[in-house]
């Protein structure tokens, strides 16, 4: 049930954000339509990630969530090959549009992280918590976040700004938001919480993403930034 009232509680923000993006924009600045399948995909996504609130068995032994992510992911891939969304929309293909200042971003990204990593080491991790770190959070999250969600809200959204080469809408900076309420924001016992650090260490790095993202047309970069931003501090 807590489950279940957290993210309510997230889609109903999300809808409350699109209505008074709505009211300030006039006429055409915001299609429910596109606002609506947003909100459900975020349902869609959450219910997989918990295995429908835990009601589904999990199959896949091991210490971290294997079959929600891929399970969320698998969701992620399927309703990007509609007709309605598209792969290429999606950023899916592998194919970089404008690979050279993403790079040096990712560069820099990438020592940003092996320099938290050395200020705070982590304690020795198992192999399948570097397996995983590796693998599951960057694919399933960034294919959904920089990938599915970004286009759906992208399109409920009309208005953009033109702001380091890429166009900004309401959509973009909605993902960021929704990404870091889902690693800060929750309910548990009737009482909710709402962390502010984690908030701003997952929302903020994935406006990077984004930005990455709408540059290249492609999700590989924000991939590979976000695993490695995951597990260097299990290397170092």
Same mark, same amino acid.
């Given at each position: 049930?807590?489950?279940?009232?957290?993210?309510?509680?997230?889609?109903?923000?999300?809808?409350?954000? =699109?209505?008074?993006?709505?009211l300030?924009?006039?006429?055409?600045?915001?299609?429910?339509?596109?606002?609506?399948?947003?909100?459900g995909?975020v349902?869609?996504?959450?219910?997989?990630?918990t295995?429908v609130?835990?009601?589904?068995?999990?199959?896949?032994?091991?210490?971290?969530?294997?079959q =929600?992510?891929?399970?969320?992911?698998?969701?992620?891939?399927?309703?990007?090959?509609?007709?309605?969304?598209?792969?290429r929309?999606?950023g899916l293909?592998?194919r970089?549009?404008?690979?050279?200042?993403?790079l040096?971003?990712?560069g820099?990204?990438?020592l940003?992280?092996?320099?938290?990593?050395?200020?705070?080491?982590?304690?020795?991790? +198992?192999?399948? +918590?570097?397996?995983?770190?590796?693998?599951?959070?960057g694919?399933?999250?960034?294919?959904f976040?920089r990938?599915?969600?970004?286009?759906?809200l992208?399109r409920?959204? +009309?208005?953009?700004?033109?702001?380091?080469?890429?166009?900004?809408?309401?959509g973009?900076?909605l993902?960021?938001?929704?990404?870091?309420?889902?690693?800060?924001? =929750?309910?548990?016992?009737?009482?909710?919480?709402?962390?502010p650090?984690?908030?701003?260490? +997952?929302?903020?790095?994935?406006?990077?993403?984004?930005?990455?993202?709408?540059?290249?047309?492609?999700?590989?970069?924000?991939?590979?930034?976000?695993?490695?931003?995951?597990?260097?501090?299990?290397?170092?």
């Amino acid at each position: 049930m807590d489950g279940i009232l957290s993210i309510s509680a997230i889609v109903a923000l999300l809808l409350a954000a =699109g209505g008074v993006i709505a009211l300030l924009g006039g006429r055409g600045a915001v299609s429910f339509r596109w606002l609506l399948v947003a909100a459900g995909l975020v349902l869609l996504n959450d219910a997989l990630l918990t295995r429908v609130y835990r009601l589904v068995p999990d199959l896949i032994p091991g210490d971290w969530n294997w079959q =929600g992510k891929i399970l969320a992911l698998l969701a992620t891939l399927a309703i990007a090959a509609l007709p309605a969304f598209g792969w290429r929309a999606s950023g899916l293909p592998l194919r970089q549009a404008d690979p050279k200042a993403p790079l040096v971003v990712a560069g820099l990204y990438a020592l940003l992280f092996v320099g938290l990593a050395l200020a705070f080491p982590n304690e020795h991790a +198992t192999t399948e +918590t570097i397996a995983f770190q590796l693998t599951m959070p960057g694919l399933e999250e960034e294919a959904f976040y920089r990938g599915l969600l970004l286009l759906a809200l992208d399109r409920a959204f +009309t208005g953009r700004a033109r702001l380091l080469g890429v166009d900004w809408s309401w959509g973009a900076a909605l993902s960021c938001a929704l990404f870091g309420l889902a690693h800060a924001f =929750g309910i548990s016992k009737g009482e909710v919480s709402f962390e502010p650090l984690a908030f701003v260490l +997952t929302a903020g790095p994935s406006l990077i993403g984004v930005w990455v993202r709408l540059r290249t047309g492609s999700i590989l970069l924000p991939i590979l930034m976000h695993n490695f931003g995951n597990a260097a501090s299990l290397f170092l």
